[in-house]
């Protein structure tokens, strides 16, 4: 079974950094994508940014050009560095991997347990 463990949130003031990182243990014979999103109290999950194996990106507006995506040599780890936070960056990220376990099963989604990141004074 693949897990995803995500690690670096916290606590940080406005125009502060932070850097998320997902490692993705398990035995994956290919990793088609792996990315961020967030959930905010009350709203829905959204998108934070997805990178492929390919290495193509995608980021939700909000964050572009204060976010970066990228991903371990490996290509089971995603990082996510978040500078010039805001407060509206306050939410739980949750890291997300789409594999395959093998070329004759069907692609899996993945979920990381999320980890908080705050941005307050």
């Known amino acids: 079974q693949v897990q995803l463990v995500e690690s670096g949130g916290g606590l940080v003031q406005p125009g502060g950094s932070l850097g998320l990182s997902c490692v993705a243990s398990?035995?994956?014979?290919?990793?088609?994508?792996m990315g961020w999103y967030r959930q905010a109290p009350g709203k829905q999950r959204e998108l934070v940014a997805t990178?492929?194996?390919?290495?193509?990106?995608n980021y939700t507006d909000s964050v572009k050009g204060r976010f970066t995506i990228s991903r371990g040599n490996a290509k089971n780890t995603v990082y996510l560095q978040m500078n010039s936070l805001k407060p509206e960056d306050t939410a739980v990220y949750y890291c997300?991997?789409?594999?395959?376990?093998?070329?004759?099963?069907?692609?899996?989604?993945?979920w990381g347990q999320g980890i908080q990141v705050t941005v307050s004074s």
């Open positions: 398990g035995r994956i014979f290919s990793m088609y994508a």
């Open positions: 990178m492929t194996g390919s290495g193509k990106t």
């Open positions: 997300n991997a789409e594999y395959l376990l093998s070329p004759i099963l069907p692609e899996i989604t993945e």
